[in-house]
C-alpha cells in the first residue's frame, strides 16, 4: 500500500492524476519533513508520546491484580501525562499474549474503566513478543488508510496469574455435565472421573510447530553461532549496568508511578534490574539444556508483569490539538523465518529489510533498540548482521549488513535489565526511540524484534523537529 500512495505522490503523474489541489499544496508547503524514509509525505503519522507502569518481576506487587488493571492504568496515565481530551481517540488497538479469559479484549475492557468514550471503538491483538509492535502499525495502518487521524495502541502482559486449564478429559466431561438434563445423567458423568482427570494443562513458553520452549532454541542458536557463555554473561551485565546508569540519571520517564489497588505502595520504578559481578553470573547453572547449556537465569529475559500505551495521530492533527509530537513513524516491516533454527533471528531479517525499505543504512540510524529475548539471541544476530555467507545464503544480499555502533545499542539497557511483558514491550521499544533520538540529537532510530512462531518486526522512526523530551 505504501508504495502504490509512494509513487502517486511523488511523481509529476501522480499529483495530476490522483492527488487533489490540497494534497499537492501540503507536499508544496512541507517539503523540509518529508525524508527518503517517508512512505506517505503527503500524510505524516506522528508519536506523540508513551507511557508504561513500572516493569516488575512476576509474583512481586502486581501479583493480586489482573492485566485489565494494569492496562487500564496506562491508558489512565497516558491522557494524563499528554493532556488530551480523551473523546478525540477515534480508535484503540491493544495487545496481548496470555489472555485472561473474562477479559479477552482486554483492549476495550481497560478502555471503558479508564474512562475512554464508549463510542471508540477497541480490539485485542496478539502476535507474541511483538504484539504493541502490532498494536502501532495496525493504527499506522488505520490512519495512512484516512479512516482514522487519533489512536492509541498498547499492550499488557500478566504472568502472575497466567491461565491454568483443567485437562481435556475433564472439560468435556464438566461441558457434558452441564448439558445433563437428569440427576442420574450427572451422576454417572461424575462417577467415570478419574485422578487422571485432574492433572491440569498447563501453559507454556514453547512453539506449538516444534514443541521447543524458547530457552532451548536460544541454546541452540547461541551454539550455533559459536557465542560463549561468557560472552552471554558480559552482555547481560552490560544490560543491567545501563539499565541501572539510566534510572539513577532520570532517564526512563516514560514510567508513570502507579499506586497498586488495596495495597500501601506505590511503586515508581522497573525492579529487575540488578548489576552482578561477573563472578556471580559465573556461578549460575544453566536454566535450560543441563548440563552444557549457557543460557542462564541471569542472562535471558525474566517473566514480567506490565503495560504500555502510546498516542498516534497525522502530523496535522497533532498541530490542531496543540500537541508537539517527539517522532514521526515512517516505516515498518514484518518478516518471519524457519521457527525450528532461526526462531530468534527476526532482528537479523528485519534490520535489512527496512533499512532497504527506507534506502537508508546503518551509519544513519543513531538509536537502535533491539529486544533482548536473550544475551545470546542478541549476540547471534549481531555475528548474523556481520557475515557475507549470512547475507547470501538467507538474506539474498551480495555482502553483509554490518555491526551497529555498539555505543548506539539499547544504551538504556533493554528486556535483560528492564523486563519483558511480552505484549507491552513493543511501545516500550518505540517511547525508548522517541526519547533517545531527542536527548542524544540523533534523527532516526530503529527497533527490531524477534517473536514466537519465527517472526519479527523493523521499524523506523525520526526525530521530530523542536521535540522535547
Known amino acids: 500500500m505504501f508504495s502504490i500512495i509512494k509513487t502517486n505522490l ?92 473474562r477479559t479477552s479484549n482486554v483492549g476495550r475492557e481497560a478502555a471503558l474503566a479508564a474512562g475512554y468514550s464508549d463510542r471508540t471503538p477497541a480490539h485485542t491483538v496478539t502476535m507474541a513478543c511483538i504484539s504493541s509492535n502490532q498494536a502501532i502499525t495496525t493504527g499506522m495502518g488505520l490512519i495512512a488508510c484516512g479512516v482514522y487521524d487519533v489512536i492509541v495502541a498498547g499492550g499488557v502482559e500478566f504472568m502472575s496469574d497466567i491461565p491454568i486449564r483443567h485437562s481435556r478429559r475433564m472439560r468435556s466431561l464438566m461441558l457434558e455435565a452441564n448439558k445433563a438434563k437428569t440427576v442420574g445423567h450427572k451422576l454417572a458423568l461424575l462417577t467415570s472421573i478419574r485422578p487422571a482427570h485432574f492433572v491440569p494443562d498447563l501453559p507454556a513458553v514453547a512453539e506449538f510447530s516444534s514443541g521447543e520452549t524458547m530457552g532451548h532454541s536460544g541454546d541452540r542458536l547461541a551454539a550455533a553461532f559459536g557465542i560463549s557463555r561468557k560472552e552471554q554473561d ?172 555498539l555505543n548506539k545499542w539499547n544504551a538504556w539497557g533493554g528486556s535483560l535489565s528492564i523486563g519483558h511483558p511480552f505484549a507491552a514491550t513493543g511501545i516500550r521499544l518505540a517511547t525508548h526511540t522517541a526519547n533517545r533520538l531527542i536527548k542524544e540529537d540523533q534523527q532516526f532510530g530503529i527497533i527490531a524484534a524477534c517473536a514466537a512462531g519465527g517472526q519479527g518486526v523493523g521499524m523506523i522512526m525520526e526525530r521530530y523537529p523542536g521535540a522535547k523530551v
Open 234 to 405: 558480559d552482555y547481560a551485565l552490560r544490560s543491567h549496568t545501563l539499565a541501572a546508569k539510566a534510572q539513577q540519571q532520570g532517564y526512563l520517564t516514560d514510567i508513570v508511578p502507579y499506586k497498586v489497588p488495596n495495597v500501601d505502595q506505590v511503586v515508581d520504578k522497573d525492579n529487575g534490574i540488578r548489576v552482578s559481578t561477573p563472578e556471580q553470573l559465573e556461578k549460575l547453572k544453566p536454566a535450560f539444556v543441563k548440563p552444557y547449556g549457557t543460557v542462564t537465569a541471569a542472562n535471558a529475559s525474566f517473566l514480567t508483569d506490565g503495560a504500555s500505551a502510546a498516542l498516534i495521530m497525522t502530523e496535522e492533527k497533532a498541530l490542531q490539538l496543540g500537541l508537539t509530537p517527539k517522532a514521526y513513524l515512517r516505516n515498518f516491516t514484518y518478516v518471519s523465518q524457519d521457527p525450528v533454527d532461526q526462531l530468534l533471528l527476526g532482528p537479523a531479517y528485519a534490520i535489512p529489510k527496512i533499512l532497504e525499505k527506507t534506502k537508508l543504512n546503518i551509519k544513519d540510524i543513531g538509536v537502535w533498540e533491539i529486544h533482548e529475548a536473550f544475551a545470546g539471541q542478541i549476540l547471534a544476530n549481531l555475528k548474523a548482521l556481520d557475515s557475507d555467507w549470512f547475507a547470501q545464503n538467507y538474506l539474498g544480499k551480495s555482502k553483509k549488513v554490518g555491526v551497529p555502533d
Open 10 to 101: 511523488t511523481t509529476k503523474q501522480g499529483l495530476t492524476k490522483y492527488a487533489p489541489a490540497t494534497v499537492k499544496n501540503y507536499w508544496e508547503e512541507n517539503k523540509s519533513y518529508v525524508t527518503k524514509a517517508s512512505p506517505n509525505p503527503a500524510k505524516n503519522i506522528v508519536f506523540i508520546d508513551g507511557v508504561r507502569t513500572p516493569f516488575l518481576q512476576s509474583g512481586t506487587s502486581y501479583k493480586n491484580l489482573m492485566a485489565y488493571d494494569l492496562a487500564r492504568q496506562s491508558l489512565v496515565s497516558l491522557q494524563k501525562k499528554i493532556g488530551f481530551p480523551k473523546d478525540v481517540v477515534e480508535y484503540i488497538v491493544y495487545g496481548t499474549v496470555m489472555q485472561e479469559v
